[in-house]
């Protein structure tokens, strides 16, 4: 049987205030990038259910990596460059994030 995995993201949820955001939560992006991804789950559901093929979406949140180089890790990289005894932490300190690493986001895609 052909099968398909597909790279999608958990922008697809917009903003939730609990992590980890459970799988079965709304899909509500609220931005472009949630929507396209969002949007390609759907073409992609219905083209494997009209051609007979499996497939699964994979949700990953903040891939992180040694070549990042954008968002908010590189963001601390950059600022922790400047000066390596401060961090300023954006927000009120409480905020939350899940990342994933790169060599972790590959295994399980490779794996599904």
């Known amino acids: 049987m052909r099968e398909l995995v597909f790279a999608s993201s958990s922008s697809v949820h917009g903003e939730h205030l609990e992590i980890p955001v459970d799988e079965d939560a709304p899909i509500k992006p609220v931005s472009i990038y949630g929507t396209s991804k969002a949007s390609c789950e759907n073409l992609i559901h219905a083209y494997a259910k009209l051609y007979g093929f499996k497939a699964i979406a994979l949700r990953y949140a903040n891939v992180a990596g040694l070549r990042l ?10 600022k922790l460059r400047g000066n390596p005894l401060e961090l300023e ?4 300190g409480e905020q939350i994030r899940s990342y994933i690493y790169i060599d972790d986001a590959v295994e399980a895609t490779m794996t599904a």
Do not use: A, L
Not at 89 to 92: L, W, Y
């Open 69 to 78: 180089r954008h968002g908010i890790i590189w963001d601390f990289v950059v």
């Open 89 to 92: 932490i954006p927000g009120d």
